[in-house]
């Protein structure tokens, strides 16, 4: 016996039965290369941040410019946080991704 049109769409709204799957398109391992050598250059580009904002926070520090001191502790801050952000990001999507898939 065949559904009425309203008593399948509530169906469908409640399980699509979508999942990742990895293989379905073709490029997947490039786009992976791609990201993985965009975190790299983040990464790289966060370490030449850090280093510019300790050498920032040393020398405020050390001809008495409390701006300059101030700004080299923010960058600092947020560079490990970048780096942080970075180091975590596949930790970070697999944990929301797997909690996003408990939703019923």
Known sequence: ???????????????PGISPKGGGLPGLS???NVVNSINM????AVVG?????LGV??????????????NGKK???VAAGAALG???ANGIVSFFSALGSQVH
Do not use: C, N
């Not at 941040?49 to 904002?53: E, Y």
């Open 1 to 15: 016996m065949s559904l009425p049109l309203t008593d399948r769409v509530i169906q469908l709204a409640y399980d």
């Open 30 to 32: 490039v786009l992976k």
């Open 41 to 44: 250059f983040g990464i790289i």
């Open 49 to 53: 941040a850090l280093a510019v904002s």
């Open 57 to 70: 926070w040393a020398w405020g520090h050390h001809t008495g410019g409390h701006q300059a001191e101030a």
């Open 75 to 77: 960058g600092a801050v």
């Open 86 to 88: 970075l180091g975590a």
